[in-house]
C-alpha cells in the first residue's frame, strides 16, 4: 500500500525536444466501474486496458471480498459475478486506500443491504467528506457510524428493504451521482438522480450496457433526469478501457511546454464529459490535432497529436468545471508558461480531493517563482513563456499531501523551467499511473526518482 511505503523524492529537469508515440494506460473511472459492475453482475465479464493502479486493484479486492471472482490470464482481466442483489457480506473492513472513487462508489452499491460493511483508506482518504454519500443513504433507511464531520471510518448497515428516493446531487459530483444510482440496485421501484450540471456519465452508460433498466432525460436547461428501475438483473459484459484523458494530460502539456516537441498519445477516451483541458489548451492556443475520431466499446475514442505551442492566457469558465475537474493542477502549470494570465473559475470542488488542490497548486507554483493567486474557488496564474526564473535553484520540494495529481503535474512543470523543480513524494503516482515515469522517459523527459526519505 502506497501509505505504508516511504515518499521518495522526484526531480524534474529542463527537456528540449519530447517525441515518440504513447498510449497511456486504461481510464480510471470506467476500470473502477468495470469491476464494480463485472463483480456484481451474473456470469462473465472480461476486461481488456483495465488500469492497473492501485486506486483500481483496491476496489478488485473490495468485490472479491463480496464473493466476486476476478483473475487475469494474459492481458485479460476475467470476473465471475455474484449476481445483482447477491453481494456477501464482507468479513474485514473495505480498504481503498487513496480512492474517492473506489470507496464512494462502493458505498453506495453494498450501504444498502441488510449486513454491516466497513470502510477505510488512508490518511488523504481519511480526511475527505462522505457525508455527501451518506445523506442519500440515510434517506434510503441506511444506518451509519461515520467519523466526526462524516468521514472514515465509516460503518453501513442497510435496511431489510431500502427505500428508493428522488435525489437532486447538491455539487457537480459524478461520484455522488454514481453512489445514488449503485444504491437504487438494489431498491425496489425506481430511484431518480436529478443532475443539475452534467457530469462524467460513465455510470449511466455502462450501467445500461449491462443490461440496467435506465432513462435519462435532459430539460431544455440541460437538467438531467436519470431513472433508475430497481433489482433488475445485470449480465457480464466484454469491455476494452480507453486510455485516460486525464493521464493523458502530463504528456499533453508537457509536449505543449517543452520546446521542439512533438507526440503521439494513442486511443485516449473522447466522451465529451471528459475533453475540458483539451478544449481549453486550444483555446490557448496549444497546437493538438485530433485524429482517427472513432467509435470503441460504445465511447468515443481518438489519437492526440501535440506539438509544442505558445500559449497565451484564457479565462475558463465555471461551466467547464466538471468536464477537466482533475485537469485543473496541469492545467495551471501550463499556465505557469502562457503569455498573461489565466483565469479558472467554479473551482470550489477541488478543495476536497486528495488535497485541497487549489492551495496545493497555489503553494507549489509560489515556491516556483510564478505570480498566482488563489482565490476562495478559483486561481489566476501570471504565465512566463520562457520559463525564466522558475523552477527552485535551492531544491525546495513541492508539498504533494499524497496526491498523485500534485505530483505529476509539478514534475510536468520541472521539465520546461529553468530550474529543477522538485516534488517531495512521488510514491502516490502509482494510485493512478504506474507507468508514468517510464512513459515520460520514453519521451525524453528528464526526471529522476530518489531513492531516499524525503524532507
Ligand atoms: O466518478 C468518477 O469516476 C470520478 C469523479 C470525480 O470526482 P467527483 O465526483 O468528486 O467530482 C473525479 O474527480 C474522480 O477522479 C473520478
Ligand atoms: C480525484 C481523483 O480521484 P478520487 O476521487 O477517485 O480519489 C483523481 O484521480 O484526481
Known sequence: MP??????????RRSTNLSGTIRVPGDKSISHRALMFGGLAAGETRITGLLEGEDVLNTGKAMQAMGAKIEKIGAEWIIRGIGNGALLAPEAPLDFGNAGTGSRLTMGLVGVYDFESTFIGDASLSKRPMGRILDPLRRMGVQVKSSEGDRLPVTLHGPETASPITYRVPMASAQVKSAVLLAGLNAPGITTVIEPVMTRDHTEKMLAGFGADLSVETDRDGVRTIRLQGQGRLSGQIIDVPGDPSSTAFSLVAALIVPGSDITIRNVLMNPTRTGLILTLQEMGG?????????????????????????????????????????YPVLAVAAAFAEGTT?????????????????????????????????????TVCGRPDGKGLGNAAGGAVKTHLDHRIAMSFLVMGLASEHPVAVDDSTMIATSFPEFFDLMAGLGANMEVEGRIAQ
Open 3 to 12: 501509505h505504508d511505503i516511504q515518499p521518495r523524492l522526484a526531480t524534474a
Open 287 to 327: 497546437d493538438i490535432e485530433v485524429l482517427d475520431r472513432r467509435l470503441a466499446g460504445g465511447e468515443d475514442v481518438a489519437d492526440l497529436r501535440v506539438h509544442s505551442s505558445a500559449l497565451k492566457g484564457v479565462t475558463v469558465p465555471a461551466e467547464r468545471a466538471p468536464s477537466m475537474i482533475d485537469e
Open 343 to 379: 483565469i479558472m473559475l467554479g473551482l470550489e470542488e477541488l478543495r476536497v480531493k486528495e488535497s485541497d488542490r487549489l492551495s496545493a497548486v497555489a503553494e507549489g507554483l509560489a515556491l516556483n517563482g510564478v505570480d498566482c493567486t488563489e482565490g476562495e474557488a478559483s486561481l
